[in-house]
């Protein structure tokens, strides 16, 4: 199959690491060679500005935090269909497993394209998956002890379907040390953000944004456009119903769609007739 992701075409968001400061290196080294007992409060320098009350309420959330767990990331990746997000989200989890690190990926179940149990690329890549409803659902489905501790890094495509996005994503991050890698739609086909993805981006620490190529004129793609006349939010579905299309083409939507219609017109027409053809042939009952 044809490859339409380019790789010379920059992510949208490029990372800049600035030299850390004074006080971002005291900070990072604070996290790792000091027990909870050592990042005590009690042996911070006191704030006069802290009533206390609020160095109560402080000190009680430093203690209730695990002390094992260092924190997490999150990386989201986002593109329209067809550009490439499962393939980036498969490279990224096979890469982790091969450094050694525990990892499961979870999947909308309202996809059912291709398989259940896995997650799949366009291209027939595969790799096995949880296909769940929601993702508070996930770690009692893969046992709190064993997500506690025997899981590093989660995957999670069509993340676009998941209402609970955010909540999972900040916990299991923030909260319970995990590397959370999100692949799913910015936009949906009426370039409206798409469920809770874009909310992600303030807690995020890499986004970047894929291109496909459009269907049309081959430029890059950012948008999908759909060639059917559905019009719910949600609608499975893969090359039969949508195409990548860059900005133009995404504009003078409605032309690529009345070609896109001809053209399943004449396929249709093609497959009644030969259908007649072959009914005309067969013999009768
Ligand atoms: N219009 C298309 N129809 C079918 N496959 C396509 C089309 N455009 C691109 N592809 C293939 O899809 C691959 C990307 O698949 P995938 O990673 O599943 O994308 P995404 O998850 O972003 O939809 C590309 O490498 C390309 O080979
Ligand atoms: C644009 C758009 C897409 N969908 C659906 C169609 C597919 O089932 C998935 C996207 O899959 P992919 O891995 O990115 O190829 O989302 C939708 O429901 N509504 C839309 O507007
Ligand atoms: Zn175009």
Redesign the pocket.
């Known amino acids: ?5 380019s790789p010379s075409l920059p992510p949208l968001f490029s990372l800049h690491l600035p030299r850390p400061s004074l006080f971002s290196r005291a900070l990072r080294a604070s996290r790792y060679p000091l027990t909870a007992s050592a990042f005590s409060l009690n042996r911070l320098p006191t704030n006069p500005h802290h009533s206390s009350a609020s160095r109560r309420e402080l000190q009680t959330e430093a203690a209730s935090k695990p002390s094992s767990a260092p924190p997490g990331e999150i990386h989201v990746v986002v ?12 490279r990224r989890i096979l890469s982790e497993r091969e450094s050694g690190k525990k990892v499961a990926v979870i999947k909308s179940d309202k996809d059912d394209r291709y398989c259940a149990e896995s997650i ?4 027939g890549e595969k790799f096995p998956c949880w296909a769940l409803p929601d993702l508070s659902s996930f770690k009692e489905r893969f046992g709190f002890d064993a997500y506690r501790n025997q899981l590093d890094v989660i995957g999670i ?1 069509e993340a676009q379907f998941f209402g609970d996005l955010y909540e999972f994503c900040r916990e299991a991050a923030d909260k319970e040390g995990k590397t959370v890698i999100v ?1 799913g739609l910015d936009g949906d086909y009426l370039r409206r953000r798409f469920g809770s993805v874009l909310d992600l981006v303030p807690i995020a620490d890499t986004v970047t944004k ?1 291109a ?2 459009c ?1 049309v004129c081959g430029k890059r793609a950012s948008f999908t456009l759909r060639k059917t006349e559905e019009r719910e939010t949600e609608l499975i579905g ?2 039969e119903v949508y ?2 299309v860059c900005r133009s083409h995404y504009v003078s939507g409605q032309g690529v769609l009345e070609t896109a219609r001809a053209v399943l017109d004449a396929s249709s027409q093609r497959n009644a007739t030969r259908d007649l053809e072959a009914t005309s042939l067969s013999p009768p009952f």
Request: glycine share 10%; charged share 20%; aromatic share 4%.
């Open positions: 199959m044809r490859t339409l992701i593109g329209p269909m067809f550009s490439g997000k499962t393939t980036t989200l498969l799949v690329t366009h291209d495509d692949a894929l496909s190529r269907e893969g090359a195409m990548p």
